[in-house]
């Protein structure tokens, strides 16, 4: 479950940007702002990403030395024998395959060890690369497997390969499983890329709901604000204090919160992008709606 405090944050940076705009959505490009609002959530996803697949994918050079080992040793046997053909390029592509997952897999390395902000396009390219491959190889090596009994007469170099191939596709099956690394959910080993795919995935959809909703409400919202001001202007407010109160007031008269949580979360808004003076005017409108 997506951490409501940090919903509230990306509201407000959204009505922000929108009150900036004029206060409509109207020419407001919504998917630009969340690129732009999100890449820090997508930097860290993209490393925890990397992270995973490194961890994962830790003895896939014994696993290939193995396979390509036992693949060679096959596919010298099996060359010259015509009823054999079928089966030597079926070896020959997991053996092309397996060789360009270690490649994807050592530039997905080396493109991690860069810190520069701007890589990480780079690396989630690298972790698709190896993400696809190794699904690529886990089902080239499930379609061998049931062929190679087919061929008796081969049995001392086939049955090697049937183990390197089952052991190869383990490894493989692992890191195409990150791949949707949601259903990875409960697994501790995984719980930092987890929480990182939930925030990208569930953070838009909640932060715009609120802010979309405190949007439909804002005439309302105004109104009332206007009369807890008594006297004082809302143009006259700075436009970070005014969405704070928006989110406030929307929370505490429409979602019916508490208010000790309205005020808190509103004060921790203020401290965070307001400053520390805010935060008492804050708490004194949010008091007064509460009472009346």
Not at 32 to 47: A, G, P
Not at 161 to 167: D, G, I, K, Q, T
Not at 249 to 262: A, F, G, S
């Amino acid at each position: 479950m997506i951490n409501k405090s940090k919903v509230r944050q990306a509201a407000l940076n959204l009505l922000y940007a929108v009150e900036e705009n004029g206060g409509s959505l109207q020419n407001f490009d919504l998917g630009l702002f969340w690129r732009i609002s999100q890449e820090k959530e997508t930097d860290h996803y993209r490393r925890a990403l990397a992270k995973a697949i490194a961890h994962v994918a830790r003895a896939s050079a014994d696993s290939a030395r193995l396979l390509d080992t036992r693949l060679t040793a096959a596919l010298d046997a099996l060359r010259g024998d015509l009823t054999a053909s079928a089966l030597v390029a079926d070896i020959e592509r997991l053996q092309k395959r397996s060789a360009e997952f270690d490649a994807a897999l050592n530039a997905m390395r080396y493109c991690a060890k860069d810190k520069r902000q701007d890589t990480t396009d780079q690396l989630e390219l690298c972790c698709r690369d190896v993400i696809n491959l190794s699904i690529a190889v886990e089902g080239l090596g499930r379609d061998l497997l049931p062929v190679l009994p087919d061929f008796p007469a081969y049995r001392p170099v086939l049955a090697p390969v049937n183990s390197a191939v089952l052991r190869r596709g383990k490894l493989m099956a692992a890191v195409a499983a990150l791949g949707t690394p949601l259903l990875l959910e409960g697994q501790q080993e995984f719980t930092g890329l987890v929480r990182c795919a939930q925030m990208l995935q569930e953070l838009r959809p909640a932060a715009e709901g609120l802010a979309l909703a405190v949007l439909n409400e804002k005439p309302r919202l105004e109104e009332r604000l206007t009369s807890l001001l008594q006297n004082y202007s809302t143009a006259r407010l700075d436009v970070v204090d005014k969405c704070i109160l928006y989110i406030a007031l929307y929370e505490l008269e429409v979602n019916k919160l508490d208010t000790p949580i309205v005020v808190s979360e509103a004060n921790a808004l203020a401290d965070a992008y307001s400053g520390g003076k805010s935060a008492p005017f804050i708490h004194g409108i949010i008091s007064a709606a509460a009472k009346a």
